[in-house]
T-cell receptor, first 114, second 112 residues
Framework: GAGVSQTPSNKVTEKGKYVELRCDPI?????LYWYRQSLGQGPEFLIY????????DSGLPNDRFFAVRPEGSVSTLKIQRTERGDSAVYLC????????????FGEGSRLTVL | GQQVMQIPQYQHVQEGEDFTTYCNSS?????IQWYKQRPGGHPVFLIQ?????EVKKQKRLTFQFGEAKKNSSLHITATQTTDVGTYFC????????????FGTGTLLAVQP
């Protein structure tokens, strides 16, 4: 597709379960970002990839959160032992120019932890 | 860590009135971007400012970057109902990684 694709669009899980969220960026975009957005808040930075490597993971809240981008394209955000406080919309964005370029966001994955 | 604050948090205007949102950073910025997020949607890029004191216009929208590169503003002239949404500034710190930090956002409501 032409835009950033995120799956699933909606995920409901129980506390303590493991969750994977997938992001397929725009073809050719080397930079990929994960953000988390709670209701009424701005997107909160989680992690940024340049190619296959995590250039900055300072926003990951704790070691239950992990993200990979093994081939420099698709990325997966993994959350272990989910907690109710993890409920949010997880946004993925990609960029052609990592230094100054605009971010193109996907529609997001809404995670609800019961 | 770096913080980006926006004021006001919420603004309600009558259609045709002007609107301004302000963005302030605790650190000097390399550049600043503005995004609009419609209710239920995702952020969409509006513009990027790079130079100190830069002013850019897009139809009824005017964007400004402060001389010290620590603040920015977005002004909408004669608001329309299509302007409804949350406006975020997003900042790239000078010397930091390419981590774009989003502001707290200003929610604009326009009454017809």
């Amino acid at each position: 597709g032409a835009g950033v694709s995120q799956t699933p669009s909606n995920k409901v899980t129980e506390k303590g379960k493991y969750v994977e969220l997938r992001c397929d960026p725009i073809s050719g975009h080397t930079a990929l970002y994960w953000y988390r957005q709670s209701l009424g808040q701005g997107p909160e930075f989680l992690i940024y990839f340049q190619g296959t490597g995590a250039a900055d993971d300072s926003g990951l809240p704790n070691d239950r959160f992990f993200a990979v981008r093994p081939e420099g394209s698709v990325s997966t955000l993994k959350i272990q032992r989910t907690e109710r406080g993890d409920s949010a919309v997880y946004l993925c964005a990609s960029s052609l120019n990592p230094n100054t370029g605009e971010l193109f966001f996907g529609e997001g994955s809404r995670l609800t932890v019961l | 860590g770096q913080q980006v604050m926006q004021i006001p948090q919420y603004q309600h205007v009558q259609e045709g009135e002007d609107f301004t949102t302000y963005c302030n950073s605790s650190t000097t910025l390399s550049n600043i971007q503005w995004y609009k997020q419609r209710p239920g949607g995702h952020p969409v890029f509006l513009i990027q400012l790079v130079k100190s004191g830069e002013v850019k216009k897009q139809k009824r929208l005017t964007f400004q970057f402060g001389e010290a590169k620590k603040n920015s503003s977005l002004h909408i002239t004669a608001t329309q109902t299509t302007d409804v949404g949350t406006y975020f500034c997003a900042a790239l710190s000078r010397g930091a990684t390419n981590k774009l930090i989003f502001g707290t956002g200003t929610l604009l409501a326009v009454q017809p």
